[in-house]
């Protein structure tokens, strides 16, 4: 789904291949992202991400570590980011973004597993909804259940969303 300020709605999902009671996938993650243009410039990038939320309860937490450039701010030193871990490859204009209403902002995002990354004049959110939001049946059983309502709806809340989001950053 395209929109103003160039908004991009996809779904993703992550797992890992291994032998479960029902199927053979963990799924790790499954949600939207949302890409849209930021209307400011960044200087560099920044990742703001709640790993204990997102992934069983930080299990995996080697999956977040400081990409290439990048230095993980000090818990300490900012506060209310007990919820989430901060990465910044210019630590003045992190500093920057992450205002007070800014962090705040975040922790209320916490529940919802959101994470953001900005890199230049781009946001990109992800929100594990636990949905893929237009999932068409596989088989003559689920076009049986299916019901094009409940997808309207979805895709509906999901687009709400999504102009929710770009308005806080605008």
């Not at 709640?50 to 400081?66: Q, S």
Request: aromatic share 14%.
């Amino acid at each position: 789904m395209k929109h103003q300020n160039n908004l991009q709605i996809t779904n993703l999902y992550a797992y890992s291949p291994k032998k479960q009671t029902v199927g053979t996938h963990a799924y790790e993650f499954i949600g939207q992202i949302f890409s849209f243009n930021y209307s400011s410039h960044f200087d560099g990038q920044l990742r703001v991400i709640p790993p204990d939320k997102l992934l069983e309860n930080g299990r995996n937490r080697g999956y977040f570590a400081p990409c290439e450039g990048e230095i993980k701010i000090d818990v300490k030193d900012i506060p209310h980011n007990e919820n989430y871990d901060i990465y910044c490859s210019n630590i003045e204009a992190a500093r920057n973004f992450l205002t007070p209403a800014m962090l705040a902002w975040f922790d209320k995002q916490v529940p919802r597993g959101l994470t953001f990354f900005l890199t230049g004049n781009h946001i990109y959110l992800a929100i594990q909804s636990n949905l893929i939001i237009f999932d068409p049946p596989k088989n003559i059983a689920a076009w049986k259940k299916w019901n094009i309502e409940e997808i309207a709806w979805r895709i509906k809340a999901m687009t709400q969303t999504a102009m929710q989001l770009t308005e806080i950053f605008q």
